[in-house]
């Protein structure tokens, strides 16, 4: 069943703030559905989180703008990431690395020890005129969600805050996902970052307006000529086998786990075989 996911866009206490709330229950639960196989708790966590975090980013871009968030684990492999653009249009992944990591390992850590004390978390944004701006601190909290608030905070000077409730059942699924982000705006007192915190507890913000309602969802862009070079760069001698064989191959894409099969003919084309 498809439910409707959108981010609502709102100023408050006299346009001091901006505040974005995003429902996106289906979103987050399809990202993490995406692979074949079920995934450790501690994973979907990671994951549903990024993901939440992203979509609500969305609502502070602007025209083309694209945001990524990489989260780097104190293991150098262990990685999540997830971007967006001004569009609503999110994806997230977790690295290769981390999802097949030992099950001893996942089904035991905590998302706190995960991260661990060298964690870390990049954001990238398109700034315009197609320059980027990266910034990158430590995560001292280690739950993604409050070292989102401390980011903003040490890399752009800007007072935000991040609340996400993600709630699973006893499978693991989502069953519901939503998100608020809150930022001060130029010329916001820092105390009122506290006092939104605290009337975000009664949903009773003083003098909220919105201001917008748009759309998100999840949406990779991947298509079958994106990932002819993964098929370029397998091994030669398995593409002759292949081709040899009339077997087809299967590319997936390692981001949102579509699959992409390429048969003989094409792979006797794309890798010159003849
Ligand atoms: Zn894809």
């Not at 004390?117 to 320059?131: A, E, F, V, W, Y």
């Not at 890399?155 to 809150?182: C, K, N, W, Y």
Request: with cysteine; hydrophobic share 35%; glycine share 8%.
């Amino acid at each position: 069943m498809y439910e409707e996911n959108y981010l609502v866009k709102a100023l408050a206490y006299r346009s001091q703030a901006r505040l974005l709330f995003a429902e996106n229950t289906e979103l987050v639960r399809t990202a993490c559905n995406l692979r074949p196989r079920p995934m450790y708790p501690v994973l979907r966590v990671a994951l549903s989180r990024t993901v939440s975090a992203a979509s609500l980013l969305t609502g502070i871009l602007k025209d083309n703008q694209r945001v990524s968030l990489k989260i780097k684990t104190s293991h150098p492999d262990y990685k999540i990431f997830a971007d967006a653009d001004s569009w609503g249009n999110v994806r997230g992944y977790i690295s290769d690395e981390l999802l097949n990591a030992p099950q001893e390992y996942l089904r035991h850590i905590s998302l706190e020890k995960m991260i661990g004390p060298r964690g870390s978390l990049q954001i990238t944004k398109d700034i315009g005129m197609g320059g980027t701006f990266t910034g990158i601190t430590d995560m001292p909290y280690g739950n993604i969600v409050d070292d989102l608030s401390y980011y903003f905070q040490q890399s752009e000077q800007t007072p935000t805050f991040f609340s996400l409730s993600i709630e699973m059942d006893h499978s693991g699924s989502i069953v519901r996902s939503r998100g608020v982000m809150a930022q001060l705006l130029p010329g916001g007192p820092i105390e009122l970052i506290d006092r939104i915190k605290h009337d975000l507890l009664f949903s009773n913000f003083e003098d909220m307006q919105a201001v917008g309602k748009e759309p998100v969802r999840l949406f990779c862009g991947c298509s079958k000529d994106m990932l002819t070079p993964m098929l370029r760069a397998l091994d030669k001698r398995e593409l002759t086998d292949a081709y040899a064989e009339g077997r087809s191959i299967e590319i997936v894409c390692h981001v949102c786990g579509k699959s992409y099969q390429f048969q003989p003919d094409e792979i006797a084309g794309i890798s010159g075989i003849q």
